[in-house]
């Protein structure tokens, strides 16, 4: 669904190119601390990484589908359905992993 409301343009614009580039690395180093956490036997400081991991990959994927001219209602709601999915098993696999 392509459209260029100006909600789609005002979240496309939310962050700038530079910025959209280093989004992605600060999530894995924040998900790295996170394991780090679990390691250390500090599931709780994990769980509000995997937390603030969720809603930047969330608003990451939002406003790179928004970029892609998909309507901004659209664009959240599949940004945060496939957040959902994506740390949902993350938090499935480390637990596995960990035992928790």
């Known amino acids: 669904m ?3 409301s100006r909600w789609t343009v005002a979240l496309a614009s939310q962050y700038g190119s530079s910025t959209m ?3 992605p690395y ?5 998900l790295l601390i996170g394991i780090a956490f679990i390691v250390a036997d500090r599931a709780s400081w994990e769980f ?3 937390g603030l991991d969720f809603f930047m990959f969330a608003d990451y994927l939002s406003v790179k589908l928004a970029q892609k001219s998909i309507n ?3 664009s959240i709601l599949l940004g945060v359905i496939v957040s959902f999915i994506v740390f ?4 499935l696999a480390l637990g596995l992993l960990f035992k928790w």
């Open 26 to 30: 600060v999530m894995i180093i924040v």
């Open 72 to 74: 901004f209602i659209f």
């Open 2 to 4: 392509q459209s260029n």
């Open 48 to 50: 509000s990484l995997i």
């Open 21 to 23: 580039k280093k989004i």
């Open 88 to 91: 949902g098993l993350t938090t």
